[in-house]
């Protein structure tokens, strides 16, 4: 796998300490403890440093700052999306607006959850913490402390009020058609195969799950925008909250399609709300 050098992501955050909100919320009964309340806490592991707020325009040309954010051993410099340095005729979606809700997600298994996450954000400015959206999707079956079933993928946004709408064996137009009238696109894919290799994908099941028998699909993603500055080639833009830089992730679009057949071509529709 090859990747063409491309300048860093030009948008940053300031860290901050970010608190579980659990006011009018109770937790679910936990099963595998005969009964006690469920802990996020207990799957969360070590609470995201980050908060929602605070983050810089990303065409301001300040650097990443990741802050606390755990390192990847063995994953290499990806490009990353530079508003700047692209053609805006040639940019379907808006991948630059979306790296401004970007964040890593810190909970085992939670790719999907940090996927949504961000998606609800962008799309009605409702910041709900990670641990919250954990807690009501476990609270619900949604989430079993591993990861996301693909049935389940978007259930989190429709709870939150946004339209989403499930498609299998959708094509590349169909994805494209979404991002270019102002809709959110989440899809399955293989992180094998857009990641490098040696990267811990033990966290990424959504193809360990059953409902995706014999496929490679283990990661849900955000797709915030296609880049044809260059049309020899093009690039498909990623909000990856599973990725350290996965901040307007930038992947070749013949690696994004072989990754993205591996969950049958799965694209989450979520609607963005009438004005």
Sequence with gaps: MSWSAYEEGTSAYDGGAGAFDGEGFEPPLD???GGELFDPADIMGTPDPMEWTDFLDPHDGAEIDHGDAPALTGV???PNHNPAHSDPHAVVGDPGGAMGVWHQHTGEGGCAIGAQGMVLAYLTGERVSEEQLTAEAAARGWFDGAGTSPDALGNLLELHGVRVQ???GASLAQLQEVLSRGDAAIVGLDADEIWAPG???ADDTLGDLPGIPGQDANHAVWVTGFDHSDPAHPMVVLNDSGHP???GLMVP????LAAWQDSGNLLVTAERPEA
């Design 31 to 33: 099963p595998a403890s």
């Design 76 to 78: 290499a410099d990806l």
């Design 166 to 168: 499930h498609t299998e």
């Design 199 to 201: 990267h811990d994908l």
């Design 245 to 247: 830089e996965g901040q």
């Design 253 to 256: 679009l013949d690696e994004f």
